[in-house]
């Protein structure tokens, strides 16, 4: 075989492959760079964001449907860098409730950043929220149980995913049985890393979400900061509202303000009445996840997890 030293004997000595040569022996040394192209054809917009869109595209070499995340174009380089950063942050998780992330890349001629996760089936929850509907409490456990254990994986890992909230929230089904609701939390565009990110520069996240501590320019927050927005996540899709409706479209100075002072209503005030002891149970979950003060929510994700299953059996 070509390229190949024999068994026994001295090695041969000849000229390097050429082009042609190379594909026939399958054989590449170690440490060598081996440069692949992947093709996606794109089939419609998922959704639009500030800073990208996301569309549904086919990968024919893998007979399969991805999500393709494009960033916008002339996008600063700190933006480019968070983007390739969500993708390698997310594309090294493995849990059942985090999507898979594909691959990674730049589009050659137009430097278009772009990254491919599985295609997920189904809708986010503020889709559900924005249509109205509400989700009965025991499907409202199961979904906020499975995005706890999902959080509690990435803060065991301390990643802050920093942008909690129903639109990245997403309901899918088992493939094989349909009847079981299967959640998958996305969107680590914003997330940081406590061992390795430096304080951020800038305010990131969702005003309508954020916790008290996160509003402050170079603040200090840690893991408790996700239970705080998934206490307000939890209000929202549990009533129907949010629970500063009242002031939803105010400036975003106005909001960050509301998160550190202001103290929502129960969220019983907007349910119609039911047992007592649940009623109770609920009040308690949302005063308690969403505290001011980080110290009084729960510990992790783990005991706000038992609190929110504990609901069923109030
Ligand atoms: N893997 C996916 N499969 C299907 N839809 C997705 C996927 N990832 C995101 N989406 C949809 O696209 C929306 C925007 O994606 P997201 O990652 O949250 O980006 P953005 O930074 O724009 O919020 C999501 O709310 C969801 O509805
Ligand atoms: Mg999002």
Not at 15 to 37: K, S
Not at 49 to 61: H, K, L, P
Request: glycine fraction near 6%; include cysteine; aromatic fraction near 8%.
């Amino acid at each position: 075989m070509p390229g190949l030293a024999p068994l026994d004997g001295p090695p041969l000595v000849r000229a390097p492959l050429t082009p042609e040569e190379r594909p026939i022996t399958g054989v590449v040394r170690p440490g060598v760079q081996l440069a692949t192209q992947k093709f996606y054809d794109v089939v419609e917009c998922i959704a639009e964001g500030g800073m990208g869109r996301i569309y549904r595209a086919y990968d024919a070499s893998m007979d399969r449907y991805v999500a393709l995340k494009l960033l916008k174009p002339d996008m600063p380089e700190y933006v480019r860098k968070r983007f390739r950063r969500e993708a390698v942050i997310a594309a090294n998780f493995s849990h059942p409730n985090l999507p898979r992330v594909l691959d990674v890349g730049t589009v050659p001629g137009s430097g278009l950043e772009w990254m491919t996760m599985e295609y997920l089936r189904g809708r986010d929850l503020g889709r559900v929220v924005e249509r109205g509907r509400l989700i009965p409490l025991p499907l409202l456990v199961d979904i906020y149980s499975q995005t706890l254990e999902a959080l509690d994986y990435i803060h065991t890992r301390k990643i802050v995913h920093c942008d909690i909230k129903p639109d990245n929230i997403f309901i899918t089904r088992d493939s094989y049985d349909r009847r079981i609701v299967v959640i998958k939390l996305i969107d680590f565009g914003v997330s940081r890393s406590l061992e390795t990110d430096e304080v951020p520069e800038q305010i990131a996240g969702d005003p309508l979400y954020m916790a008290p501590e996160q509003t402050v320019y170079r603040g200090e927050f840690d893991h408790r900061a996700d239970l705080y927005a998934l206490g307000i996540s939890f209000f929202e899709t549990l009533t129907g509202r949010h629970p500063f409706q009242d002031e939803i479209n105010s400036p975003v100075e106005q909001l960050l303000r509301m998160q550190v002072s202001r103290v929502p209503d129960p969220p019983s005030r907007w349910l119609p009445p039911g047992p007592p002891r649940q009623v109770d149970a609920l009040d308690a979950l949302f005063a308690k996840a969403t505290a001011k003060d980080p110290a009084q929510r729960f510990a992790d994700a783990r005991s706000m997890r038992r609190a929110i299953r504990a609901l069923l059996e109030a």
